[in-house]
């Protein structure tokens, strides 16, 4: 009876344990069977393996053809399988999935030896993925240790290897895959460790490389040698073991010396320019195109320019900006004296105070309505309604042609001019030009000598001075010659975009005047020995130091100026200096050009500087001009000193009422 009854109870234990088994399978059926339903859901598409969410770096190269670097998020560049070493095909399959050719995408075999480990190690290991899981859990997925994760990722690694031939996925994945050191895909990862294509890589240098994607910060011979070496002699085992090699072949790989290119630098040249032309890029392609979508970038840019420019700040804050000036095609541009300290472009980010270098405009203007280079104005002591400008070294001349006052930066003379030629129409041609920042709350005369009311910036101010190089006509600045996409397609290709504003012979006087700035006035340290023409300027408590020169086939501006806009000690003339080394660097080697003359202008008629006629015997300075032809003086000026002392002498700037109306000004054609 007692045995009855322990039978009994016996009979209904393992009934109530067999339902509560039944349930907790069925259960657990269920949960596998919702996930499975809820993953592959939220599964995304599978299309072509070329174009699953591989990130591919743009390459910028210079205007040689030459590359000067990339521009990425990852650092990848893709390649055919047939461009990458058998040893390094051989070498993943044989460390990452052995039995990679005979499985479905999911290794049954493997999975139950990574849940074997999970269970004696109470982890969660990413063992048992195959090389089309990684693949898979790479494109779509994130990095989370879930259940539902590694669901998604054999679901998808079936869908891929339903689609797809087993190269297509290995070539993908190689392509795919990351190898430390920001190297993402074999090519880079050839490049960063070997400087060699992937189809270059010796045996050891392909199990070097197979052996990093399971722990890229650890086994990098950049990080640890010695861990790197012996992680290459296991996938060398492992190689040998799947049948690849033999083992002499193995023994003689691990014998050889791991000889790396050495880590790249961060690339500091050219900082600047990258980050220019990158933004014009995302303005017109958006940043994923820019960043991820493998892009050709063909510019302008000239190392021999880029780096002359770097070295001629020194210490000094500052930018350098070269063009050329008969296209605007940018040769070289420097945003500051170091790029790791700040990433502020100055050539375009800083506006400030021409100075100086303002005034070509007011003489310009001049010319326009027609002066010539040997008018005649006082330099005197003068107070216009309570305006009282100094010339900079606080002395008066007297009575200097309009050439002599632009190659002695007078102060008082560009005023006088200003106020006679009105300063509506500086503005209006310095708009023109390509000055944007102007107001019309810059109606006034200071702005004679630069004291706008925002400042001006490097870009826009040499953007102007191209007008005064080319004849008249003004080049917008182009960085960017052609844009070509992964497949070959020309996305764009530059067209030099110009504008003639000044008449020809109205731009050669004014750099026949500028020249005199280089030859025997404020910019002489500028004198470089071959025709050259420029402009210092110099800012209130030497805030700011500018050069803006230029030869027949480069021009190139400098300002130098601290940030918080104290006092850099320096001057316009001593910016000349640095624009002499700057270009002496740039043209050695090249042939000596010389500005091209209008057919109907006369050139290197002697003057006397204080007269404004033709240099006579008793003349003290003479200095030669240029005139278009049939307003050069044809008489020689025989006064006495005390003649030209009783009498106003001719062409005179006589003050004139400012205008009172508000000046409605052309914007820049782009």
Known sequence: MYKDGISSIKKKLWRYKGLLLGGVITGILAFVTISIGYAFWELPEVNKLESLGMNIATQVYDANGVLISKLFEENRIVVPITKMSPYLQQAIISNEDVRFYSHMGVDPIGILRAIWIDIRTGGFAEGGSTITQQLARGLFLTQEQTVLRKIKEALLALMIERQFSKQEILQAY?????????????????????????DQLSLAESALLAGLPRGPNIFSPYVDIEAARNRRSEVLEGM???????????????????????????????????????????????????????????????????????????????????IDPRTGAIKALVGGRNYEESQLNRVIGEVRQPGSVFKPFVFATALNQGLMENAIVIDERINISGYAPQNYDRTYRGPITL????RWSVNVA???????????????????????????????????LGGLSHGASLLELCTAYTGFANAGVVSKPRAILKVVNGNGQVLEEARFEQQAVLRPEIAYLITDMLTGVIENGTGTPANI???????????????????????????????????????VGISGTQVAGMWAILMTKILSGSPTVNFMVPSHVVTHVPICADTGKLAGFDCKEIEYSAFVAGTQPIQADKRTQQDRNAELPPGQI????QPTQKPQWKLPWW
């Open 240 to 322: 040998a073991k799947a049948g690849y090699i033999t083992q002499e072949e193995a023994k003689e790989a691990e014998n050889q010396p791991i000889v790396l290119a050495g880590r790249k630098k961060r690339m500091v040249q050219a900082s600047y320019f990258l980050d220019y032309i990158a933004s014009e890029l995302v303005e017109r392609y958006g940043a994923s195109q820019v960043y991820k979508g493998g892009l050709k970038v063909y510019t302008s840019l000239d190392i021999k320019c880029q780096q002359a420019a770097e070295a001629v700040l020194g210490q000094y804050q500052g930018a350098v900006l070269v």
């Open 414 to 448: 560009a005023v006088k001019l200003g106020q006679q030629v009105g300063m509506a129409n500086v503005l209006d041609l310095a708009v023109r030009m390509g000055i944007t920042t102007i107001t019309p709350g810059d109606n006034n005369l200071a702005v004679a």
């Open 403 to 406: 050439k002599k006052a632009l």
């Open 654 to 657: 006589q003050p004139s009422p």
């Open 529 to 567: 020995g071959r025709p050259a023409a420029g402009k210092t300027g110099t800012t209130d408590n030497y805030e700011t130091a500018w050069f803006i020169g230029y030869t027949p086939t480069l021009l190139a501006g400098i300002y130098i100026g601290n940030d918080d806009r104290t006092t």
């Open 174 to 198: 190689l392509n795919q895959v990351y190898f430390g050191e920001g190297a993402y895909g074999v090519e880079a990862a050839a490049q960063s460790y070997f400087s060699k294509h992937a």
